[in-house]
Structures are given as structure tokens and as C-alpha cells.
């Protein structure tokens, strides 16, 4: 098993530009989550998933869209990136009674 | 609503002292508990959870924690630190056992093992 993996693991964006962040998991997880994390702000959580065919938002939404494609894939959309959406993004995914599991991450930096 | 502290954003300890780092929650309703480790350019690890089953939790490399009602903590220890447990170590807290409604971190302890 792969777990939870992420594309691409690193990213330099210009200011306005737009881009997609792939998340998959392979456990067979009903929920799946992104969040950021910024220096001393610990995780937010911008949306999540908490099954096939739904989407909430979470703490952070704003500037980002979601689609959970089918139940292994929840990918991020940054419609037109901003500096301050430079940050480092997770992914996870979880089920009734297992713990959260996290993707490695994408570093993002727009410029 | 529900909320997460972490005493202390760097911990420091000598390598063979006693870990201890403190997380103090806020919850409605009986919560769930974590202790996540972060080792440096690598995602979040469950180190440990508590459900509601026994107070004292065991969880991975050593780590140990302890669920106090009357405190609302949740501190996680380690008897002995070795080098390998530099990390970020992030408590959170859940109402619904981390599921679908979301968990609230913590900002996160940097913890560095003194050689």
C-alpha cells in the first residue's frame, strides 16, 4: 500500500496563476481532508471530503476549490494563487475507527 | 466548540532525560484524543490516540499519554529521548473520533534532543 500520495511535492507559481494539487489514497477511505500548514499556526483544515460525492468547507476555504473525483481522489484547485497562499499543503484521509492519515506534502510558493 | 493548547512552541531536553510535552484541551462533549509527530519535510504520524477506553495510552516509539478529565490535559511522555525523536509533535482533539467533522490541532511543539 502507497497510503495517501501527493503531486507535485513542490511548486513556484507567479502571483495569479492557477494550479491543481492531486491527492490519492489507496486504504479504501471514506473521508479525505486538505489542510495548510503555515509556521506557528499549526493545521488548518481549508476543506473536506466525508464521503464520495461530497464537500464541505472548512477553517481556510477561501481562494480554493475541491473535487473529490471518486472515492481514492481529492484534488485542491488554486484558481488564481495569491502570496499569501504560499504554504505547505496535506492531504489526508481517514475512516470510522482508524487514525488520520497524512500525504508528505506540496511546498507551494507564489510569487 | 473545540480548541487545542500546547504549552511551549520548543522544548528542549538532553538525550536520556524525560520527555514531556503538555497539551490542554477544550470540548463539549467527552473528547477523542491525538499526539501526531512530524519529522522534519515529512507529513503528520499518529503517535498515539485516546477513545475512551483506558486513561493511559501507549502509543509508538516509546511515547506514552495520559488522558486527566479533571485537568483537561492530555501530556505526552517519554521516560528516556534519543536523538531520532527530534521532530513536531501536534496534539488535537476531536469530538467524533477524528472522522468526518474534522480535528483541531495544535500549533505544534518543535522538540530538540541535546546531544
Known amino acids: 500500500n502507497a497510503g495517501v500520495t501527493q503531486t507535485p511535492k513542490f511548486q513556484v507559481l507567479k502571483t495569479g496563476q492557477s494550479m491543481t494539487l492531486q491527492c490519492a489514497q489507496d486504504?479504501?477511505?471514506?473521508?479525505m481532508y486538505w489542510y495548510r500548514q503555515d509556521p506557528g499556526m499549526g493545521l488548518r483544515l481549508i476543506y473536506y471530503s466525508a464521503s464520495e460525492g461530497t464537500t464541505d468547507k472548512g477553517e481556510v476555504p477561501n481562494g480554493y476549490n475541491v473535487s473529490r473525483l471518486n472515492k481514492r481522489e481529492f484534488s485542491l484547485r488554486l484558481e488564481s494563487a495569491a502570496p499569501s497562499q504560499t504554504s505547505v499543503y496535506f492531504c489526508?484521509?481517514?475512516?470510522?475507527?482508524?487514525?488520520?492519515?497524512f500525504g508528505p506534502g506540496t511546498r507551494l510558493t507564489v510569487l | 466548540a473545540q480548541s487545542v493548547t500546547q504549552l511551549g512552541s520548543h522544548v528542549s531536553v538532553s538525550e536520556g532525560a524525560l520527555v514531556l510535552l503538555r497539551c490542554n484541551y477544550s470540548s463539549s462533549v467527552p473528547p477523542y484524543l491525538f499526539w501526531y509527530v512530524q519529522y522534519p519535510n515529512q507529513g503528520l504520524q499518529l503517535l498515539l490516540k485516546?477513545?475512551?477506553?483506558?486513561?493511559l495510552v501507549k502509543g509508538i516509539n516509546g511515547f506514552e499519554a495520559e488522558f486527566k478529565k479533571s485537568e483537561t490535559s492530555f501530556h505526552l511522555t517519554k521516560p528516556s529521548a534519543h536523538m531520532s525523536d527530534a521532530a513536531e509533535y501536534f496534539c488535537?482533539?476531536?469530538?467524533?473520533?477524528?472522522?468526518?467533522?474534522?480535528?483541531?490541532f495544535g500549533k505544534g511543539t518543535h522538540l530538540i534532543i541535546q546531544p
Open positions: 488535537a482533539v476531536s469530538d467524533s473520533g477524528g472522522g468526518a467533522d474534522g480535528l483541531t
Open positions: 486504504m479504501n477511505h471514506n473521508s
Open positions: 485516546y477513545t475512551s477506553a483506558a486513561t
Open positions: 489526508a484521509s481517514t475512516s470510522a475507527g482508524t487514525g488520520r492519515f
